[in-house]
């Protein structure tokens, strides 16, 4: 691979000005820098991340606050584990990564765990904004530090983050509209649950259902809707006592949304005669919704490979810091539909960091 030194012989110019080139720095005549990239493009000239963080003696603090997970709740761990196998490979580079979790159901968590993140001084901060009136109070404070950010999973707008990593919802929940439809046929009448919340602005939810009735009302297929909001998912006769009660309402449901990662609860409450006229649609790859799937209680899963969401965030914000490359402004997952028959070979990835764990 070229060196700098022979970029700098080639353009006749000093190490030092090739250097400020390579990292963007001022003190190079546009004439200059204009010759001096079109040399390193020629070359294909790419910086050794390792030798120059070695070099540069420089350690670095990227700090991750995400909601924590629960046997419940498994969604969390998923990004929690791709930033975990993120951080050991970036540790080589100077790279110290320090995770600090939030009960999702807790602003004083939220803020209380921000202020342990904010105290230990981060170059660089990965966040999932949960919360909007506190993350606006973390972002003021962020940024009046002039410490770059990255929001993970959930996409917010108005913010001056360098990036975002997460799925478009609201393609995601038009993907389950077809989906749905294509399972169910015209005409029907399908269920959407969610879990009322006062607490947070829950875009993703909102952008999925938006997305699921929008693939109807494009393509002008009839279709009706009912909408079942839960308090709370934790008192489980309380979910099938209004399940139950929908469905003696409304007969003709064959078909139920779930927007979130909590569509195996829904199913567990659910009578299994029932369930087999009924076809179900969710989100995420935790451990219990693959359960469900593998017997034939889902019908589909919709995955946002989360675990890649972690690890890209982390080897972005890497990058960002060592290299200052600046990421795109909003980077999308893919939109992965998971069946039973394909599941063993989805999220390789995530399965082999899991095996290589355990062992």
Known sequence: MITIKEIAEIANVSVGTVDRVIHGRDGVSEKTRERVQKILEENNFKINILARSLAMKKKYNLSVLIPDFDADNLFWKSPLLGISKAAEEVLSFGIEVNKFTFNQLDKKSYLENFQKLIDGNPDAVILTPLFLNETKI?????????????????????????????????????????????????DATYLITDIESKLYNNNVIEGRIRGFNSYFNKNNIPFNSVSLNFEDLTNLELVKQQLTAIFEIHTNITGILVPSSRISTISNCIDSEKLKNLRLIGFDTTAQNVAYLKNDKITFLISQKSFNQGFKSVKIMTDYLIQNTIPQQKI???????????????QQDKWHYLEAKNS
Not at 334 to 345: A, D, G, R, V, Y
Request: proline residues 3%.
């Open 138 to 186: 973390m972002v003021d404070l962020l940024e009046k530090r002039e410490i770059p950010y990255i929001f993970l999973n959930i996409e917010m707008n108005g913010f001056k983050n360098i990036s975002f990593i997460g799925q478009d919802s609201y393609k995601g929940g038009y993907l389950s509209g077809k989906l749905m439809h294509l399972c169910t046929g015209k």
């Open 332 to 346: 999308y997952s893919p939109l992965e539909i998971i069946t039973k028959e394909n599941l063993e070979f989805s």
